[in-house]
């Protein structure tokens, strides 16, 4: 089945560590997203990548990094530097152009709860 | 300034008590505005995309349309199993950024 995983799905940090989500999708996907989702608040672009080894901030990038080294994989780091880091992270993709045709829909993976002890 | 509003923030129906759920948007331009389903824990599942003005799209007992200004996502005869939270988002142009609603919680009693 196609589709995007996201693992842990549940991951506590202690302050001053760094942790990395994983992201992954065998959708052939171009474009991934990260987001942010706190309770009462849309969802907020941490990073997107449109294709390999390239990606941009998006609205609250500081405190993340991430890389694009594979098509399939786009791996969230959440540093020390990130103030108020626990919320509910999700990563998405969307195909972008194919066969002429922009496709802009994005589809999400399950998400990682992330907890800062 | 962009951005996407959607109201009421919850919604409790009667089992099939048919009611609408409405994304009102501001952005320069429109590329596509687009709905999806999150239940509790879980990511967004993705519903429709609607594109200009007049569209309509349907799957099962949801309809969504779109105005110029407005999407509205219509649930009929809603069962207790379509209960979770409605999210409205907006790709603006030029930029192409994503513009993502609050939500609306929509609870089903049977």
């Known amino acids: 089945d196609g589709g995007i995983t996201q693992s842990p799905k549940y991951l506590f940090r202690k302050e001053g560590q760094n942790v990395t989500l994983s992201c992954e999708q065998n959708?052939?996907?171009?474009?991934m997203y990260w987001y942010r989702q706190d309770p009462g608040q849309g969802l907020r672009l941490i990073y997107y990548?449109?294709?390999?080894?390239?990606?941009q901030k998006g609205d609250i990038a500081e405190g993340y990094s991430v890389s694009r080294e594979k098509k399939e994989s786009f791996p969230l780091t959440v540093t020390s530097a990130q103030k108020n880091p626990t919320a509910f992270y999700l990563c998405?993709?969307?195909?972008?152009?194919?066969?002429?045709?922009?496709?802009?829909?994005?589809?999400f993976g399950p998400g990682t709860r992330l907890t800062v002890l | 300034e962009d951005q996407v509003t959607q109201s009421p923030e919850a919604l409790r129906l009667q089992e099939g008590e048919s009611s609408s759920l409405n994304c009102s948007y501001t952005v320069s331009g429109l590329r596509g505005l687009f709905w999806y389903r999150q239940d509790p824990g879980k990511g967004p599942e993705f519903l429709f995309t609607l594109y200009s003005a007049g569209e309509e799209k349907e799957k099962e007992r949801l309809k969504a349309t779109l105005t110029k200004k407005e999407s509205f996502l219509h649930i009929t005869a809603p069962k207790p199993e379509d209960s979770a939270t409605y999210l409205c988002a907006v790709q603006a142009v030029p930029g192409n950024q994503f513009y993502f609603g609050t939500g609306t919680s929509l609870t089903v009693i049977p």
């Open positions: 990548s449109q294709i390999v080894n390239d990606f």
């Open positions: 998405a993709s969307s195909k972008g152009l194919a066969g002429g045709r922009l496709y802009n829909e994005q589809f």
């Open positions: 959708l052939n996907h171009d474009a």
